[in-house]
C-alpha cells in the first residue's frame, strides 16, 4: 500500500492507495509522525487536490476507487455524488430516490466514505437546506461549500 500526506487549508489529508485505485483519503486533525510511502498515483492526487484548493473545478471523476467488498447500492451512491456538479447541493433523499436507499442510509453512507473530498460528502444536504452531519466536523462541511460557491 502507498500513503501520502497532502497539505490543504481545511488540514492534512491522508491518501492510501494500491497501484491501481485509490483505496482511501481521509481528513486528518494532526498529520505528524505518519509514514509516507507515495507512487505517481498519489502525487497525481496531490497536484489535484491542489488545484482544487487553487479553485480551478477539479472533479476527481476520473479517478478510479477501489471498492472491494462495497455493497453495490453503496458503490452507484458514491459514484452519483461523484457527479453532483460543483456549486451544487443534493438533498438526501434526492440520493436516496436514484441509489434505492433511505435518506437515513444516504446519511450513513456518507458518514462512513472513505474517500474524503474525491467523493464529494458535502454536497449532499437535507432537503431543507440544513447541512446535516459531516462525521463531527460540520464547520468543514461548511467552509467546502461556501469555497464551492454552494452557499
Keep these: 500500500m502507498y500513503s501520502l500526506l497532502i497539505p ?6 491522508l ?3 494500491s497501484r491501481e485505485a485509490l483505496l482511501s483519503v481521509e481528513l486528518l486533525v494532526l498529520g505528524e ?7 505517481r498515483f498519489l502525487r497525481s492526487l496531490a497536484r489535484r487536490v491542489e488545484s482544487y484548493f487553487a ?3 477539479e472533479t476527481f471523476l ?5 471498492y472491494t467488498d ?3 447500492r453503496r458503490v452507484a451512491l458514491y459514484e452519483a455524488v ?20 433511505t435518506p437515513r442510509a444516504v446519511g450513513a453512507a456518507m458518514r ?4 474524503f473530498l474525491v467523493v464529494p460528502a458535502q454536497r449532499v444536504i437535507h432537503a431543507d437546506g440544513r447541512l446535516g452531519g459531516f462525521a463531527g466536523r460540520e464547520g468543514v462541511k461548511e467552509w467546502l461549500l461556501r469555497f464551492e460557491g454552494a452557499l
Design 112 to 115: 462512513a466514505c472513505p474517500f
Design 15 to 17: 491518501a492510501r492507495a
Design 62 to 66: 476520473d479517478i478510479p476507487l477501489d
Design 82 to 101: 461523484r457527479r453532483i456538479p460543483l456549486g451544487q447541493t443534493q438533498s438526501y433523499a434526492q440520493m436516496g430516490r436514484c441509489c434505492g436507499l
Design 55 to 57: 479553485a480551478k473545478a
Design 33 to 39: 509522525g505518519i509514514l509516507e510511502r507515495p507512487n
Design 70 to 72: 462495497f455493497d453495490p
Design 8 to 13: 490543504t487549508p481545511i488540514g492534512p489529508l
